[in-house]
């Protein structure tokens, strides 16, 4: 039995199967763990979305910002549809009522007691220590599972609020846990998000760090893999595992195999046949 945490996916369903493949993963006895994207801007986000689920408890999924698109979209919300979407064929489907209410009921943040993992897309404030940060993420899975889903769709995007407060309330309360778990990749010395800093390291403005790197970070002792930072590629250090290593771009796609006592490893797949869309 082993458990392998996979990357971005976002659509590139041949090389998740080759992948697969590649770790001879047994749908009998292993368990994947998605960091979230499973779909948009790649080829065939119909064909993840309906194998993912179709592993039913042999798969744990947290949602990233795409899939929150996918949900936005599919309520009515295009403010942010682009030409390089590739989420019609998802919202065409017979079976699309089911996908999206399959989707929605994904938690954003997962934490296996026994592993000592846990596992989101984007990033953590500083502020939050682990049973906070589960805890907010608890919150938005009953807004996204709930009779508020359709209204939280409406308003879901936004920069706003910037900074954490036990205070918040409301949709300003979910869209601040929404932006840190789905979006977030630097912050500043106070801890609130740079969402517009997607870069590597080294590319950001001045006064913005990487969050996993934020020297009072409250859950610096939980070992933490991520996907979302594409120009970051791999990076195992601090207590964290980056595994967006840009398949979707031509770069590869990571299976992580997560360890109780020994250090995760990685394998990687090439996905030279994959490219920037466009």
């Not at 992948?19 to 009998?28: E, G, M, Q, V």
């Not at 609130?192 to 009072?216: C, D, T």
């Not at 991520?226 to 990571?254: E, K, M, P, Q, R």
Request: proline share 6%; net charge positive.
């Amino acid at each position: 039995m082993a458990t392998y945490a996979i990357g971005d996916v976002q659509g590139c369903y041949a090389e998740l199967q080759r992948l697969l493949d590649k770790i001879r993963f047994d749908p009998a006895a292993d368990t994947l763990w998605f960091v979230g994207d499973l779909v948009n801007r790649g080829p065939h986000s119909l064909e993840v979305l309906r194998f993912v689920k179709g592993l039913g408890d042999g798969a744990i999924t947290v949602l990233g910002n795409h899939d929150l698109h996918l949900l936005a979209i599919s309520q009515g919300n295009a403010l942010h549809k682009d030409k390089s979407h590739t989420l019609a064929a998802i919202l065409a489907a017979e079976d699309r009522d089911e996908l999206i209410d399959w989707l929605r009921r994904r938690p954003l943040m997962h934490h296996d007691a026994r592993l000592k993992f846990s596992m989101l897309h984007g990033g953590l404030p500083p502020q939050w220590d682990l049973p906070t940060a589960l805890a907010l993420a608890q919150e938005m899975h009953e807004a996204l599972a709930g009779p508020g889903f359709h209204d939280f769709c409406q308003q879901m995007y936004g920069n706003k609020p910037d900074h954490w407060s036990a205070d918040l309330q409301g949709m300003e309360r979910l869209r601040f846990i929404t932006n840190c778990l789905t979006r977030m990749r630097y912050c500043d010395k106070k801890g609130r998000p740079a969402l517009k800093e997607k870069g590597a390291p080294g590319s950001q403005q001045k006064g913005y760090l990487p969050w996993f790197e934020h020297p009072h970070r409250a859950s610096r002792n939980e070992r933490i893999v991520f996907g979302h930072w594409s120009t970051l590629g791999y990076h195992a250090g601090d207590n964290v595992w980056s595994i967006d290593t840009g398949c979707l771009w031509g770069g590869h796609l990571t299976a992580l195999r997560l360890r109780k006592r020994k250090q995760p490893k990685p394998t990687h797949l090439a996905c030279p046949g994959a490219c920037r869309p466009g």
